[in-house]
């Protein structure tokens, strides 16, 4: 089964998918934002090339563990993906995951530059392994 995670920001979406297997997961692109509709669209086709079976979609949640305003915004995002696309949509928390990518590029002595080019798709690779070994640790 073919899963595809999301960092869905204001200007950006992160895309990564898993392997047919399901155990690696692997940023395919960063989507510049501009109208929901197009947003969509993209996603559309890009799940149907992929043949993607199911989206993690990564929610941002407040210190208290209540998801964030931003996180509230994704959610309705993510009800308009799901009505389009006919996919069960998985949430998990992505509160650091933005800022573990920043490590890691940091780590690896990327410019400013190169980093904003490839941090949002790194996010979404985190979320989609985390939910990858989830599920793993179930079974």
């Given at each position: 089964m073919r899963i595809m995670s999301l960092d869905?920001?204001?200007k950006r979406i992160g895309i990564a998918v898993s392997d047919e297997m399901g155990i690696t997961a692997n940023g395919i692109e960063t989507l510049k934002r501009t109208e929901t509709k197009n947003?969509?669209?993209k996603l559309?086709?890009?799940t149907s090339v992929?043949?993607?079976e199911k989206m993690v979609i990564g929610i941002p949640y407040n210190t208290d563990g209540?998801?964030?305003k931003n996180g509230e915004i994704i959610k309705k995002f993510s009800n308009k993906i799901e009505k389009e696309l006919s996919l069960p949509i998985v949430f998990i928390n992505e509160?650091?995951?933005t800022a573990d990518a920043e490590k890691y590029l940091l780590e690896a002595n990327m410019s400013r530059k190169k980093r904003e080019k490839v941090i949002d798709?790194?996010?979404a690779v985190i979320i989609l392994q985390e939910y990858l070994e989830q599920i793993r640790q179930q079974t």
């Open positions: 869905v920001g204001t947003d969509i669209l559309k086709n890009l992929l043949k993607i209540t998801v964030s509160t650091f995951t798709k790194l996010s």
